[in-house]
């Protein structure tokens, strides 16, 4: 929810506004033993179904836009726009030992679930354009503890879970029928911008591409204002 919290104020006045936590994260958690985004859209699915809610517009960013994407794909007649934000999902293997070596390290958890000041250190300079000099580790340790260390194992799972990055280091991401938004910061360093264009051509002719400069990973934190507002003309219909 603290991703979206700036989101979550902008848009309930026009729009009615869902902001569930993905299975693992925050208090969601599940007695099945499936831990692909799939089962995660699956899971978001069902409940827009429990609440009543018959069309949506769905966004997700990083780990979310894969669950975003999913839904889209399974569900065409109740999803009508769609919204992905900085997440790689045509992410091949290449890409995977690409951001390895930028983070110069061994695996991808050590970027995405930081346990130690330094892996967070790392992961803030791919992911936040600003830099953060002079932060004494005791306030990365606190981070860590208040963002990764819950449901950690549950969380490692998802991520070698991902079903996108199982196979071949092709890309055989099938288009969706929606409207699709795409937002990026111009300097993301997670999931770098030129996978922001291929994902712009696979997800079909119906794909828009907006590049929100000076942000990385977080562009819907790092410059909220102008990623509200251009999510806002898409929702509305505006070019």
Known sequence: M???????QFFSPHFHVYVPDLVFF???TTKSKERSEVFQAVSMGKLMEKLQVKKYHVMGTSYGGFVAYHMAKLWPEK?????????????????NMELLQR??????EEIMLPETATQLRTLTRLAISRRFTMVPDFFWKDVINQLYS?????????????????????CKLPPLQQDVLIVWGDKDQIFPLKMAYELKELTGKKTRLEIIQNTSHVPQIENSTRFNNIVKNFLRGSS
């Open 2 to 8: 603290w991703q979206w919290r700036r989101q979550a």
């Open 26 to 28: 925050g208090d969601s």
């Open 79 to 95: 999803v009508e726009k769609v919204v992905i934000a900085s997440s790689g999902v045509n992410m091949r293997k290449a890409d």
């Open 103 to 108: 983070a110069n390290v061994e695996n991808v």
């Open 150 to 170: 819950e449901n950690r194992n549950e969380k490692l799972q998802l991520l070698k879970g991902i079903t996108l990055l199982a196979g071949d280091d092709s």
